[in-house]
């Protein structure tokens, strides 16, 4: 058990929080996928049904939560498993609106590649030090 004081560093702040919205967000894909969802991806539906590319993203935010959990050395397997999906999204609805598919499908392209680009940044950053607090009597 973690004691109350410790800090909880950002990075881990940030592979927890998204590999619980990425497991959400599949299981969502598994019990009713939406219509644009699916439209936009016709390039992968055609190789890989939706109910797997559903349990893909449960199974990565797992991998992110687990990741955030355990070690930090784990912490690279965790950013590759949220950027995979969201980079995957990003070239078939990119893909999908090249060929005219789905034209507004070139949204959602634009902010799954975002967001796979925001997890690589935000793999790279380091945790700012703990504070040190000054000892007993001493002013700042």
Partial sequence: MWPVHRRVSRRILFLGA?????????LGI??????????????????????????????????S???ALVFRRAQPAGFAALATPAALWGVAFTVTWAKGGFPSASGSACAWLAF???IYAVSGLTDPPPRVRPPEGVRR
């Fill in 18 to 26: 998204l590999g619980c919205g990425w497991i959400g967000y599949g």
């Fill in 116 to 118: 796979a680009v925001a």
């Fill in 30 to 63: 598994v019990t009713d996928p939406r219509y644009g969802t699916s439209r936009g991806l016709a390039p992968i539906n055609r190789h890989v049904p939706m109910e797997c590319l559903g349990w893909m993203w449960v199974v990565t935010g797992g991998i």
């Fill in 65 to 67: 939560l687990l990741s």
